[in-house]
């Protein structure tokens, strides 16, 4: 059984905008749901998308070149299975983040909600970035959910975070025009320098904020690193009209469960 985020943790997420469940998933449920991910990257279950379409430092070249058929991420976990929808409203998440807005939570269809992988060979790095840079909500205060289905580490690929960066006010021109985080600016230099990789046992679960900093390096290992992503918003806060974030339908999780 999983249970909500305490007190002090959504305090941490409040101030330090990200913090790790440890054992939020109970084993079983992890096991199941890392099954059927794999399954489905072994078929490469569509929608998908492939490292090849972002050309992300690391990435194959395109399609047709070596390693262009590596999948980056199996899109629309929600609507996969039944498996992934019970994670995604799953009592534990939707108390969770009630309890952190206030009100009831939504999940986005349209941001995350896919498993993330990162491949040994052919999986890319990830600049510095807020998720924010291509969403567009009335407000700016949405909570990602990232699991673990493994180990993850700075070896593997896992995230590093600016702790307190979603409460930072950046100059445009601190951004390049893809909205990364230029880190050829010694200002910049200095801030990445404060991150943090918080490794993550099979079953832990992140919390972020869609404003906090992060990014990811190659996967280094022999393994296929496997994580499930979601996005939440407060109720009250709602897509812009004729947006990518307003393309898809919402989920209303049930506070009461």
Known sequence: MSFPLTTAQLQTLREQGFVVAREF?????????????????????????????????????????????TVRRLLDAYGR?????AWATAPA?????????????VLSRAHHNCVMT????FGSLTGWHRDIRYWSFDREDLVSTWLAL?????HNGGLWLVPGSHRMTLPADRFDAAQFLREDLPENAALIATAVSP???????????????HA??????????????????????????????????????????
């Open 150 to 154: 493994g180990p993850e580490t700075a």
């Open 93 to 105: 998440v939707a108390s969770s983040l009630h309890r952190y807005f206030g009100q009831a939570a």
């Open 25 to 69: 998933v109970p084993a079983v449920q992890r096991e199941a749901l890392r099954a059927l991910a794999q399954a489905q990257l072994d078929q490469a279950v569509a929608p998908v998308e492939y490292e090849a379409d972002l050309a992300y430092p690391g990435a194959p070249a395109s399609r047709n070149a070596e390693g262009g058929g």
């Open 216 to 257: 990811a390096g190659r996967n280094q290992s022999d393994r296929v690193k496997l994580s499930v992503v979601h996005t939440y918003h407060a109720v009250e806060t709602h897509p812009l009209p004729n947006t990518r974030s307003a393309s898809k339908p919402e989920v209303l999780l049930d506070p009461a469960t």
């Open 199 to 213: 490794e993550l046992a099979p079953g832990d679960v992140l919390f972020f904020h869609c404003r906090t900093l």
């Open 81 to 85: 299975d039944p498996l992934f929808a």
């Open 118 to 121: 990162k491949h040994p060979r």
